[in-house]
């Protein structure tokens, strides 16, 4: 069945305000949580969204795929035409530490690219969502990048070591901020409210797809350090050091952090020691 992109938007959305209401009773409650193979942080409220989201998304979509980060991976998925690519929630830290900074992140990937996308942060009160091709929006909002071609008053968000490896190249302090949800970190730069965001590797596509097509239908650029767009539903999940960043930011951003890797390599510095690694 061909399914239009408006009923698959329509079903995302409704899908996700039942995960938002879900996940907020268990909000602020002292949910079980443990940690998962890796070092990242999980929750019973974690566990509950995936399902209940895998439950509506699939029922009613039987015929496309599954990607989620609480769920095991099914290598169906890559003989499906569309796939489900979701984090139930994503920024679990801010979530258990009752931060606001947290969101669920749906999106529909077609050939390796997302094709609709919703974000939701329920406790930001925030609610992205787009269509390829249709632009992007916050509520009824459309959203636009900044137009900062150069680094002087840029504000950036990312992983601190970054913002500080930014502020020793451009020998400035930067207008900078940590965001816990990366995809909520991502959609920042899609409304320009965020000049640039750098993601460190080991993104997965859980975390990025939403965001993607946020950022693309806004008329930002997200890409690895060659400029390349990110591909989906592959067999290996994992994406490496990637900018997000207004369009004409973007190859300076990308050569910003080039140099930083370089630096760091040079200093033999990895995660162990306080440096870039990870995400």
Do not use: C
């Not at 938002?20 to 949910?31: E, H, I, K, S, V």
């Not at 930001?124 to 091709?133: D, F, K, M, P, R």
């Not at 350090?225 to 300076?252: K, M, V, W």
């Amino acid at each position: 069945m061909n399914r239009s992109s408006q009923d698959d938007l329509e079903l995302l959305r409704a899908a996700g305000a039942e995960a938002a209401d879900l996940a907020m009773a268990y909000f602020r409650q002292g949910p079980k949580a443990w940690t998962k193979d890796g070092g990242s942080p999980v929750s019973e409220a974690d566990i509950a969204v995936d399902r209940r989201l895998a439950e509506i998304l699939t029922a009613a979509r039987p015929e496309y795929g599954w990607l989620s980060e609480e769920t095991a991976d099914n290598p169906e998925r890559l003989e499906r035409a569309r796939v489900f690519v979701v984090d139930p929630i994503d920024g679990t830290r801010a979530f258990l530490e009752g931060g606001d900074e947290w969101t669920i992140s749906l999106a529909i990937v077609e050939d390796g690219r997302p094709i609709t996308a919703v974000l939701i942060g329920p406790v930001l009160s925030v609610s992205y969502w787009a269509v390829a091709g249709g632009g992007a929006y916050e509520g009824d909002r459309r959203l636009a990048p900044s137009d900062k071609q150069d680094f002087i008053g840029a504000r950036f968000a990312g992983p601190r070591a970054y913002m500080r490896a930014v502020e020793a190249e451009t020998g400035s302090p930067a207008r900078s901020r940590y965001v816990a949800s990366l995809a909520y970190r991502i959609a920042l730069v899609a409304g320009g409210e965020i000049d640039a965001a750098i993601v460190r590797p080991s993104a997965r596509d859980w975390d990025l797809a939403a965001a993607d097509l946020l950022v693309q239908e806004a008329g930002a650029r997200l890409g690895d350090l060659s400029g390349q767009a990110l591909r989906y539903n592959t067999r290996d999940t994992g994406h490496p050091t990637l900018i997000a960043s207004a369009p004409a930011l973007f190859g300076r951003v990308v050569d910003l952090v080039g140099t930083i890797h370089k630096r760091y390599e040079t200093e033999g510095r990895d995660d162990r020691h306080g440096g870039i690694a990870g995400r």
